[in-house]
């Protein structure tokens, strides 16, 4: 396989007589932004769940940082980081406590976690509210939180799943800035899936397509389009061709909007 810092070899999750991920292989280079995208079913939450060792593989294999998740989960745990698309921070308490709490279930040095504390909140942006409860903060601000949260303990890759999900647009393109900060500083490599085409077609390097929990497609947005014959083919236009249907935009996915935003105000 190519240099890579993430790499699945026939990854396959069967339930009962159902197959949600097919025999999937790809792999991940550092610093790379790479996008799942598929309709709702296609896998994709699946192939994370094991990807982030949530969820054991039936079968297939998948190494982050050279770490098996199936035979070195704690390891592998050690090496990643997860944003999900629910809300994953308390909002009765502060942003810096919030993190505190993190860097101690990270076993984060003692004598480091002010150090990486600060640094967190500066690199997100978030300095002038670390003593303000997070059940004030936005949407954009609570999704920046979870970024550094997950960024505390330095992993190789990040996990992000519908990263902005709920938010506006301009709390939207503050969330991409700081993924591509995150590239460009720590070469930190990336893997999202999105329904926002527009957002994989802006920040991922490399998409997979997922459809009906096989990998269907793999390349770069510009090969992907152009693979079409057209010259005006869009992601979309791609996801329809590959996947066999229109981007989804109701049902599951509204719902998961809905449930990010109604779990916001219970905060």
């Not at 699946?46 to 035979?71: C, H, N, Y």
């Not at 698309?85 to 308490?93: E, H, N, T, Y």
């Not at 301009?170 to 490599?189: M, N, P």
């Amino acid at each position: 396989m190519i240099d890579s810092v993430l790499e699945t070899n026939e990854l396959t999750r069967e339930f009962g007589r159902l197959t949600a991920v097919d025999r999937v292989s790809f792999a991940v280079r550092p610093g790379e932004v790479f996008g799942l995208l598929g309709p709702n079913g296609a896998g994709k939450t699946t192939t994370i769940k094991m990807l982030t060792t949530l969820l054991p593989p039936t079968s297939g294999e998948a190494r982050v940082a050279q770490f098996d998740v199936r035979r070195q989960p704690n390891q592998a745990r050690r090496v990643i980081g997860y944003v999900p698309q629910l809300i994953s921070v308390d909002g009765q308490v502060t942003g810096y406590e919030n993190l505190w709490v993190f860097a101690r279930l990270y076993r984060i040095p003692h004598e480091e976690r002010e150090a990486r504390i600060r640094e967190a909140l500066e690199f997100m942006g978030l300095t002038a509210f670390r003593d303000v409860l997070v059940k004030n903060y936005s949407g954009g601000m609570i999704r920046r939180l979870e970024i550094a949260q997950a960024m505390m303990h330095r992993p190789h890759v990040l996990f992000m799943d519908e990263p902005t999900v709920g938010l506006d647009p301009l709390a939207r393109d503050a969330v991409w800035a700081q993924i591509e900060l995150l590239r460009r500083t720590y070469g930190t490599s990336v893997v999202l899936t999105t329904h926002y085409m527009e957002e994989a077609d802006h920040l991922c390097d490399r998409v997979g397509i997922l459809h009906r929990g096989r990998l269907v497609a793999l390349d770069t947005p510009a090969a992907l389009k152009a693979s079409l014959g057209r010259v005006d083919g869009s992601l979309e236009d791609v996801f329809v061709h590959y996947a066999g249907e229109e981007v989804e935009l109701g049902g599951a996915y509204r719902e998961a909007g809905r449930t990010r935003r109604a779990a916001v105000r219970r905060q």
